[in-house]
């Protein structure tokens, strides 16, 4: 048997350069080949070409060459990717990372440590450590940071404690969310049940962590404009007393429309009720960021978790959710021995225990992509992108409102627009959407509100200029008088 030569390692740049160079090159050939922002053809088309590629055998008995495999599929994937750096793929909170954090994510896989022991990653943990503490700051400018009498100035109704607070790493806001409920349960201890409240627009994750974790279903309260009611929440919180600990959930970015939650009001019931307050902000929280924006968050600090994404308003190839906790004492449920990787008489001479930080042993260190965005854009740099595309999304509902042939739901709030043809009825609508998906011309996505569907428009691309977006009303006008016409 005539032996294979070993493959070269991702930390030799001799073997390393040319490889980026053929990935550069068959990103933009796939890129061309693809033309517009999601391959045309539909799911069966797009399954033949990568079958077509794999040469029919995932697994040969032999292999290629590096170069020709890599080629071929990274030229395959980028001709049949949804694009989101092109402007009119535009369905979802799915946002084109910035160059210089995909390069960093770059460098973290050549590197490769691993987050789960000191010793796989000692530079890492120290990176995450310093920039989750900032992020954290960003969150809870107050808690554990400057005098209590003033933080309680600030919050007369919030119990300000002087514990630190600190952000936990996750792989999105899923994970985040579950983590908040995990800890709100464990906060309680054994025997306690915690009851979660959430509203009709919290995000589907909350159903599937209380079944995860053995909670009860979600009280579900009514969101009649888009948003939690308070005097529902009050009802709700008010018949749930005696029945358990409480956990409300409010939403600062829903996924449909953008809207936020009344946090000031929602966390003032949560204190009169003694109930805690987690927020779910993986859409809105980069507004943090903004001098424009951040109004909008108020009251988020009074939460006791809040969940971030840095993959939506914070232009960072998947992943890089947040979970910020303002009392780090609640992450002692997370504490976990394994002698191979934090030992106690280690823990005891110093070296970090990182197994506290995630519910994940091996884990990437997705914090070296945040940490270089923030070192180079810094708060302003972030914030303009933020105002540049909610600025965007105002320009489109603009565009909207100017056009007899179709009908805004509501001014954004954030970066999302709903519309519709003007007297289309919901099947018109979604076949609108589905053409213009399966010929590749356009991605948008679909939302249900006031009983009837509209399309959806996320704006997260700060490239995206007020010609695309007139582009993609014309496309839909266009669809619209040929579905009527059929």
């Known amino acids: 048997m005539r032996a294979e030569p070993t493959p070269p390692l991702a930390t030799d740049p001799t073997a390393l350069r040319p490889l980026l160079e053929t990935v550069l090159t068959a990103l933009q050939e796939g890129a061309a ?24 055998a995932p697994l040969p008995e032999t292999g290629t060459t590096p170069e020709a495999a890599l080629h071929t599929l990274t030229r395959t994937l980028a001709e049949g990717a949804a694009d989101p750096s092109h402007p009119l793929c535009a369905a979802h909170l799915h946002t084109p990372p910035l160059a210089l954090a995909a390069a960093a994510d770059l460098a973290a896989s050549v590197l490769n440590p691993s987050m789960d022991s000191w010793d796989q990653a000692p530079a890492a943990s120290a990176l995450e450590a310093l920039v989750t503490e900032a992020l954290a700051r960003e969150v ?56 979660t409240v959430v509203g009709a627009n919290a995000h589907h994750s909350f159903h ?48 449909d429309t953008g809207r936020i939650d009344p946090l000031p009001e929602i966390a003032d019931l949560c204190d009169a009720h ?18 424009t924006h951040r109004h909008l968050l108020a009251g988020l600090d009074r939460a006791r978790t809040v969940t971030l994404d840095l993959h ?12 910020a906790v303002r009392d780090a004492n609640d992450l002692t449920a997370l504490s976990h021995t394994a002698d191979y990787l934090n030992a106690p008489d280690d823990t005891e001479a110093g070296l970090p225990d990182l197994l506290g930080r ?17 070192r180079a854009l ?25 056009s007899p042939g179709l009908q805004l ?34 991605v948008l996505g679909r939302a249900h509100e006031d009983g009837r569907l509209w399309l959806k428009v996320t704006l997260l691309n700060p490239h995206t200029t007020p010609g695309d977006l007139e582009q993609l009303l014309t496309l839909v006008e266009a669809q619209t008088e040929g579905s009527t016409d059929r």
Not at 412 to 437: E, G, I, K, S, W
């Open 33 to 56: 080949a693809r033309g517009g922002p999601i391959p045309p053809g539909g799911p069966d088309a797009v399954t033949a070409r990568v079958r077509e590629a794999l040469g029919g």
């Open 140 to 195: 809870y400018p107050q808690t554990g940071h400057t005098p209590d009498a003033r933080a309680a100035e600030a919050h007369p109704h919030t119990e300000i404690t002087r514990h630190t607070s600190t952000t936990l790493v996750t792989t999105g806001g899923t994970e985040s969310n579950q983590l908040a409920l995990l800890l709100a349960r464990q906060r309680h201890g054994p025997g306690h049940t915690v009851q």
């Open 208 to 255: 599937r962590a209380a079944w995860l974790l053995g909670l009860p279903e979600p009280v579900t309260v009514p969101t009649p404009n888009g948003t939690l009611d308070p005097v529902a929440l009050d009802e709700a919180l008010t018949d749930l007393h005696g029945h358990g600990s409480l956990l409300v959930v409010a939403t600062a970015g829903t996924t």
């Open 274 to 291: 003694h109930a805690d307050l987690h927020v779910d902000a993986a859409y809105g929280g980069p507004l943090l960021f903004s001098d």
């Open 312 to 323: 939506k308003l914070g232009w960072q190839p998947v992943a890089a959710g947040l979970l």
């Open 358 to 374: 995630s519910l994940r042993t091996t884990r990437r260190p997705d914090i070296l992509k945040i940490a270089v965005t923030l």
């Open 378 to 402: 810094g708060r302003n740099g972030l914030g303009a992108l933020v105002d540049q595309v909610c600025a965007l999304a105002h320009h489109l509902a603009d565009l909207v409102e100017k």
């Open 409 to 442: 739901y509501e001014r954004p709030t954030l970066t999302t627009v709903l519309f519709r043809p003007t007297d289309a009825d919901d099947t018109t609508v979604a076949a609108v959407r589905r053409t213009l998906l399966t010929e590749g011309r356009a």
